[in-house]
Nanobody
């Protein structure tokens, strides 16, 4: 199993970023996929989850209305569209499936 994130970077408050996670090594469409994040000095937290079919999604209260998780079961990709970013969103973002984790991608929101 391999999960590879991309799309992080530095963005100003109010800006947007789109994270991508390329998955391989398992039957992607059969499983829920998650995005987690970990800010300095804080525990890793679930940001969003998407069920295998893509019709059911779950969001942390802190990102509801600003972030959107989606997936492409043909390309084996999961995405996290992040809008109206705030300084509190600064963290390393991780793609997750069961016990497997990507290497993470840094998102920094700063002016």
């Amino acid at each position: 199993v391999q999960l590879v994130e991309s799309g992080g970077g530095l963005v100003q408050p109010g800006g947007s970023l789109r994270l991508s996670c390329a998955a391989s090594g398992f039957t992607f469409s059969s499983y829920s996929m998650n995005w987690y994040r970990q800010a300095p000095g804080k525990e890793r937290e679930l940001v969003a989850a998407i069920i295998g079919s893509g019709y059911h999604t779950i969001y942390a209260d802190s990102v509801t209305g600003r972030f959107t998780i989606s997936r492409d079961n043909i390309k084996n990709m999961v995405y996290l569209q992040m809008n109206s970013l705030m300084a509190e969103d600064t963290a390393v973002y991780y793609c997750n499936f069961r016990e497997y984790w990507g290497q993470g991608t840094q998102v920094t929101v700063s002016s």
